[in-house]
């Protein structure tokens, strides 16, 4: 029996292709289900994105605690899995964590250095979020850094756009708070809430978590889990619904 080894070759190139192709598939997958988890809702990842592009995530549950993550950094805020507020992480067994202490503090959780990709696409920050803090008195912000920590400026202020999970209050001017002023997340989430930030485009960035409190009752603190950034390359935009309909008056 004669093998035709043109037959053979094409098979071996449609073997390699079908390979290729569900490499790819897969790839995607993950992508699509990381975002997912970080989200909370499946359906919103076939919404808003066919073909999200992971860039970056972390959910603090490959070290032991008190130790951040390489590239993290704080003084102050360190990973837990355990204690209040509860509960003590989003995906266990670790969050990253600060107390809310009754003296005037301002304590501060610095992400790695996040390199986006131009012209890629839509810049989207997931992460999971539970505070119990002196209402109104003491809070947290979220800011970013465009020049590698420098300086510093809340993430509303620098273009981004809350879709969820956004600040609830503001803090009093009284009594010696650092973010005294400004809008924040203040007192009770009730556990483990979903923030969706919309960024910016074309720029590396540094993320950093700042909670402040007053000189008098404490709360029970922040935790920070399942952090995700997405860009994506090929959004989705749902069509319009029907027009509403307008009656026309009926004549007399």
Not at 82 to 90: E, F, I, K, L, M
Not at 167 to 189: D, M, V
Not at 192 to 209: A, E, H, K, P, Y
Not at 239 to 252: A, E, I, L, N, S
Request: with cysteine; glycine share 10%; net charge negative.
């Amino acid at each position: 029996m004669t093998i035709n080894p043109r037959r053979t070759f094409t098979l071996t190139r449609l073997r390699l292709i079908f390979c290729l192709f569900f490499a790819t598939a897969a790839a995607v997958a993950l992508a699509r289900i990381a975002v997912a988890v970080a989200m909370d809702e499946r359906e919103q990842v076939e919404v808003r994105c066919r073909e999200p592009s992971l860039i970056f995530t972390e959910s603090f549950d490959d070290v032991t605690p008190p130790a951040l993550p390489s590239g993290w950094s704080s003084t102050t805020w360190a990973t837990s899995n355990s204690g209040v507020p509860t509960p003590p992480a989003d995906t266990p067994p670790n969050a990253a964590f600060i107390d809310d202490p009754a003296t005037i503090s301002d304590k501060q959780l610095l992400s790695p250095n996040i390199t986006t990709v131009c012209d890629a696409g839509e810049v989207r920050l997931f992460f999971r979020n539970n505070f119990k803090l002196q209402d109104g008195f003491d809070g947290g912000v979220l800011e970013v850094s465009f020049d590698d920590g420098l300086t510093f400026q809340d993430i509303v202020a620098a273009g981004g756009t809350f879709e969820r999970g956004g600040y609830n209050g503001t803090i009093s001017n009284c009594c010696g708070n650092p973010l005294a002023g400004r809008q924040a997340w203040t007192g009770n989430s009730g556990g483990f809430i979903q923030t969706t930030v919309t960024l910016f485009g074309c720029s590396n960035f540094i993320l950093r978590w700042r909670l402040g409190s007053d000189g008098s009752v404490s709360g029970e603190g922040w935790r920070i889990d399942t952090v995700a950034i997405t860009q994506c390359p090929n959004p989705f935009r749902p069509p319009p619904g029907p027009p509403t309909p307008h009656p026309r008056p009926t004549p007399p």
